[in-house]
């Protein structure tokens, strides 16, 4: 039996620093989201909404946030948290009542308002707090987190600078025909290279920005999608998968791996394994795929996910970017729709701003960007405290 | 470097003295070691250990991937100095133990003098001064010079309190 829904409608609120309440953003999308699938939001008997822990208690409970906003209609509310998958588990929640014959119509909605700068985590002492101690007593920023990666890439597979700053040139590319990308400009590559060091050898062209920004998608059954004729995509997968036991890739926001002194690793890495769970559940395979729309934090990041979505064996990344292969129209186009490297995160919308996109390739719709005759797209970001996202959306 | 006042800046992660150590716990079931310390219920999904004993990490490992913080990182983080130094962070396998461990990298040491799979040793050094004016420690991994690595006989010349690097602290 098969497990897809139908994604009838997506919808997002252009990203930028807009400085405006998530909840505007969240509902702008929503009702882009509704309008685009043809139904009215009394039609609705679901909203999942995407916490966000940065905007008080309409935070914490953003589905009833959304719903309010939206006018309560008597739908049943959830939210979810799963840092930078949160997107992903809120299509998950919405996915299983769906399947589970509990509703026939679910709107998921992420949205946030970031602050400027680093992520830094809350005030106060918290020496049990891992989030607050790698800050406090290492002084160790997303970036450098993302920075071990990086310089893993040059010292094991000689991934140079212009490699990494070759993905930001082709996510730039990308994103300047994208009307929701808050970086609509071409960036050279010396301009990369010649940006400031953050954290060795990432430069400030490497790493993403946070934003403002807001996105949602509406799935229904798929008996309800044919009876109302609603043209309908199938949501594939959605892997939510955690790490297995020893995780041995230094993670944010942890001081350490698992220790391998009783148990081997795994063969899939944590990384690795979110995509294989997406590919195991939609019943395809990294080749059946035309698009992929992956976490790029950073720009080698990205390059690490061509690998953790067997685009390529471990160390052949930068042959691809190199080849332009994840160009648009090259081999499998990678962040078509210019990534966060054009977008900036939105944490709670990010995930679910890539099905958007994944939803507007398939539709062929995806003008300046398109990935022509795309069928199938597979979305992936991983969030802290072990949470796996991997989205696969096919014609 | 650490006087008699210093104090580690966490409490019972690591030991000081002439041979400083990371302190874990060990599971006394299934032999899994873990940093920070575990001590209520062991994280391998197959074992039911609920004993740990107490476990200095080896002091000495290989760099499994480095960086560094070229701008001031946010609060909490203390800064040392005013203008900011910037700072090397090195992540070490230590191989006994199967375990990666962040930390700084030693004062007077930076991304230049590091390559994955180079031998590091584990020193103490200060982190930062607090409201009362008392100096507070932290571990850091100071790069060992090429061949020395790997002997692990005859490093407690090269323990906490480098000449190097005590000129340099002095100096700030
Ligand atoms: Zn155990």
Known sequence: MSNDVALVGVGMHPWGKWGRPFQSYGVHAARAALADAGLDWSDVQLVVGGETVRNGYAGYVAGATFAQALGWNGARVATAYAACATGAQALDTARARILAGMCDVALVVGADTTPKGFLAPNAGERYDDPDW????????????YFALYARRRMDLYGATAADFARVKVKNARHGLANPYARYRKEVALDEVMASPVVADPLHLLDICATSDGGAAVVLTSSEFARSRGLPALRLRAVATVAPTFPNTVIEMPNFATDSTAAVAPADLTFRDSIAHAAYEEAGLGPEDV??????????????????????????????????????????????????????????PAQALAQVCEVAWQLRGVAEGRQVEGAQAGITANQGLFGHGSSVIVSV | ??????????????????????????????????????????????????????????????????TDARYQPPPPYIARTDPYEPFALAAVELEAEGLVVMGQVADGFGVDDLTVGAPVELVVEPLYTDDDGATRTIWRWRPLAGDGAGTGAGDDSSGAGSPGATGEEGSR
């Open chain 1, 133 to 144: 101690l790698r800050f406090r007593l290492l002084g160790m920023t997303n970036p450098a």
């Open chain 1, 290 to 347: 035309s698009l992929a729309e992956v976490y790029d934090l950073s720009t080698a990041l990205e390059l690490d996910w061509y690998e953790n979505i067997g685009l390529c064996k471990p160390g052949e990344a930068e042959q691809l970017v190199r080849a332009g292969d994840t160009t648009v129209g090259g081999r499998v186009p990678v962040n078509p729709s210019g990534g966060l490297a054009c977008f900036g995160e939105a944490v």
């Open chain 2, 1 to 66: 470097m650490a006087n008699g006042n210093a104090t580690p800046a966490v409490d019972g992660w690591f030991t000081t003295g002439d041979r400083p150590a990371l302190l874990g716990t060990r599971c006394v079931q299934c032999g899994t070691v873990f940093f920070p310390r575990e001590s209520s219920f062991c994280r391998n999904p197959g074992c039911a250990g609920e004993r740990f004993d107490e476990v200095e990490l080896s002091r000495r490992g290989r760099v499994w991937s480095y």
